[in-house]
């Protein structure tokens, strides 16, 4: 039963270009969240996702972040006109319950921005 | 005041020793509380799930929480090399779309 994937595992940017990343929850899960980690800090909430709604995008910054999560296809985090303070650990995290909060994560990816 | 406050100093414990880690929060609503162990360079692996006050027990690993004194607890014995790792608190409230995370505790066991 495969976890959450999560792909690029590693991404470098230089400033100005676009950052995709993108996740595909648990098998049976449809509920996708997004979490930053920066250095030296906890996992910060982004943004929460059901099949084709975005359910709560109060941690997104209000500019250059958009994510999406199709009818078909994998969750989409999009980082436009990437800045260096964008650099940090992206985590999508699926859940059979998100009304109790149980959220499974999937190993990350890495954005460098040079 | 933060909602979730860990102590990120990192621990050092020989192998076999007990380790104790613990998070306050300041949000009395809050009833799901979870510790995650992440290894240096992976995604957060949940540990421990728990709902409401008291302890659960899952081999080694014992996590107790307190909602009177919004206090929750890990406790790791007889502990492992393998157990190296940086172990975060996380907890939330029903419906809420968020966990509140604390910063992280960094455990090394020294063989």
């Known amino acids: 039963n495969a976890g959450v994937m999560q792909n690029p595992r590693h991404l470098v940017r230089r400033r100005g270009q676009e950052a995709r990343l993108r996740c595909s929850p648990m098998?049976?899960?449809?509920?996708v969240y997004w979490y930053r980690q920066l250095p030296e800090e906890g996992l910060k909430f982004m943004v929460y996702?059901?099949?084709?709604?975005?359910?709560?995008e109060s941690g997104m910054p209000k500019e250059r972040f958009s994510a999406e999560f199709p009818k078909e296809g994998p969750s989409i985090l999009r980082i436009q006109q990437v800045v260096r303070g964008d650099s940090a650990a992206y985590f999508c995290?699926?859940?059979?319950?998100?009304?109790?909060?149980?959220?499974?994560f999937g190993e990350g990816s890495r954005l460098t921005v040079l | 005041q933060k909602e979730v406050e860990q102590d990120p100093g990192p621990l050092s414990v020989p192998e076999g020793a007990i380790v104790s880690l613990n998070c306050t929060y300041s949000?009395?609503?809050?009833?799901?509380f979870m510790w995650y162990r992440q290894y240096s360079r992976k995604g957060p692996e949940l540990l421990m799930y728990?709902?409401?006050?008291g302890n659960k027990e899952d081999g080694r690993f014992t996590a107790q929480v307190d909602k009177s004194s919004k206090y929750i607890s890990l406790f790791i014995r007889d502990s492992q090399p393998s157990d190296s790792a940086t172990y975060l608190c996380?907890?939330?409230?029903?419906?809420?779309?968020?966990?509140?995370f604390g910063k992280g505790n960094q455990v090394v066991v020294i063989p």
């Open positions: 995290a699926s859940s059979p319950r998100p009304e109790a909060g149980e959220l499974f």
């Open positions: 098998k049976g899960h449809s509920h």
């Open positions: 996702l059901q099949k084709e709604n975005i359910i709560d």
């Open positions: 949000n009395s609503a809050f009833q799901y």
């Open positions: 728990t709902y409401s006050s």
């Open positions: 996380a907890m939330t409230s029903y419906g809420n779309n968020r966990l509140a």
